[in-house]
């Protein structure tokens, strides 16, 4: 599979599990929170499938499309373990992270303290949606709904 192909079917994944998670969530009280703003074009997708819930977005810079840009109280810079800590506790309804690199070495150093994170972050029967693999007693993973192969993107729930 090319490089491209595994991007298109990766995004494909992505996009279908949020599409599942999404009703879920809006029948639940508690922030989403967007670990990546990147392009912006999940944060953009989820405001549109979550019409009126707060957003918080993190990224280590603002390099998104103007169209998807968050209002700057919605908006976290710097290092996502030690911003992310400042809300530990805020029983967040979802939590979506797209900070996957691609490199095996440096996407394992991340698993040492994303997992331990995202189960502070999230209310208990929240969500959690990655890109990479989060393996954590709280985090229950569950079959992603997506046609895709189930190694693409990551869907668990906090138990
Ligand atoms: N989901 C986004 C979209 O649809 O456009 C793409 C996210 S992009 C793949 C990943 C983003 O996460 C990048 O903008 C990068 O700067 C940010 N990022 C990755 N690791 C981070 C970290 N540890 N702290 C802060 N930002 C990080």
Redesign the pocket.
């Known amino acids: 599979m090319s490089r491209l192909e595994n991007f298109i079917s990766r995004m494909t994944a992505q996009r279908d599990i949020l599409d599942y998670v999404c009703p879920e969530v809006a029948k639940m009280e508690g922030l989403v929170l967007e670990l ?8 953009h997708h989820l405001r549109e499938r979550l019409p009126g819930r707060r957003i918080v977005v ?4 603002v ?2 499309h103007a169209s998807s840009i968050p209002e700057a109280e919605n908006l976290v810079l ?4 030690e911003t992310g800590r400042k809300f530990i506790g805020i029983e967040a309804a979802l939590v979506h992270a ?2 996957g690199t691609g490199y095996d070495d440096r996407d394992a150093v ?1 698993a040492t303290w994303l997992p331990d994170l995202i189960a502070s972050l999230l209310r208990v029967g929240g969500f959690a949606v990655s890109g990479t693999p989060l393996d954590h007693p709280l985090l229950q993973p569950l079959p992603a709904p997506t046609s895709e192969p189930a190694d693409r993107y990551f869907l668990c729930k906090r138990l």
């Open positions: 990546g703003l990147g392009n912006g074009r999940t944060f993190f990224d280590r810079e390099g998104a710097g290092e996502i373990r797209d900070i991340t």
